[in-house]
């Protein structure tokens, strides 16, 4: 299941990219208050936080770590880099390590459960770190050549994977340059760096992070799954649609997570756009017969 350890300089990584970010954000109040942010560090930042957390969410998640459609290889290529630009981590081992978490979900081996520790206040609290982020402090690193395999033999995904230390520079950077071209001032570009960059990235990271913490903790769970996974709604837009979990957990490859009616899946309205593109085929949409069967099975579960 795992494949040694994290180098002292990958650990290093890990923690500038957890609380870095994490400490723009918790400055970006006060700085907000009175100056430093303008309308073209909000646009920035919305347009850069929607542009990776889409690739994230159709191409590591739903494309890559669960096969829900097939891509051309424009696409696929496109999907590996807009994604990598999220800084969540190379592609092959956040693909390696999400199989692995559906393959033991809230069970021993789990890379990320909030029940590892039991079920009393003080072990959900320890429970609710691990899973939000705590996790990614441990040296273990999951083994991609059993959970990724079909990866490591991907010349595409190889030369991504290697390009994410020049990806995490673009996505950084590239705010800071439209910034200051827009707003033709050394500040402007500062202050995109600040908002679109730092904070951008720093906010995407704790509404992924909120998934694998939040939704296995509370929220509704109308389908049958083998974990704990639920539904929370106000996660539902910032997340494109990935708070849905229950749904997903209930159906981990379809494309939609959001199957039910009001709710709002911005991930499976992209999907369904390289659809009638053509860019996207054998797109695996919820099907009826199965949404019903899950559904009846845990209305009988939880009247039992």
């Not at 990219?17 to 006060?30: D, K, N, R, S």
């Not at 009175?34 to 929607?50: M, Q, R, S």
């Not at 069970?107 to 939000?132: I, N, Q």
Request: hydrophobic share 50%; charged share 15%; glycine share 8%.
């Amino acid at each position: 299941m795992l494949a040694g350890e994290k180098t002292p300089f990958e650990m290093l990584l890990v923690k500038l990219f957890a609380i870095v970010p994490a400490v723009a954000l918790a400055a970006a109040v006060p700085l907000a208050w009175g100056w430093g942010l303008g309308w073209a560090d909000v646009g920035l930042a919305v347009f850069f936080y929607t542009f990776t957390s889409l690739g994230v969410t159709v191409g590591f998640h739903r494309y890559l770590t669960h096969g829900a459609f097939k891509a051309n290889r424009a696409l696929r290529i496109a999907l590996a880099m807009t994604g990598s630009m999220a800084m969540q981590g190379q592609i092959i081992g956040w693909v390696a390590d999400h199989r692995r978490h559906h393959a033991y979900a809230d069970r021993e081996g789990d890379p990320h459960s909030p029940w590892l520790y039991g079920t009393s206040a003080g072990a959900l609290a320890k429970g609710f770190w691990h899973a939000h982020m705590g996790w990614m402090f441990r040296r273990e690193l999951t083994n991609a050549a059993r959970f990724a395999p079909d990866l490591l033999g991907d010349p595409d995904i190889q030369r991504v994977n290697r390009w994410f230390p020049v990806l995490t520079a673009v996505t950084l950077l590239a705010p800071a340059v439209l910034g200051g071209l827009i707003t033709w001032s050394w500040w402007g570009a500062l202050t995109a760096f600040f908002w679109a960059g730092l904070v951008r990235v720093a906010a995407l990271h704790h509404v992924t992070w909120s998934v694998n913490s939040i939704c296995h903790m509370i929220g509704d769970r109308p389908f049958e799954a083998r974990d704990k996974s639920a539904n929370f709604w106000p996660l539902a837009i910032l997340s494109m649609g990935e708070s849905w979990h229950n749904s997903h957990h209930a159906d981990p490859t379809c494309a939609r997570h959001g199957v039910r009616r009001g709710q709002i899946d911005v991930s499976a309205r992209l999907i369904r756009i390289f659809e009638q593109l053509g860019w996207a085929t054998d797109v695996r949409w919820p099907r009826p017969e199965r949404l019903a069967r899950k559904l009846r099975d845990a209305t009988v579960r939880a009247a039992e």
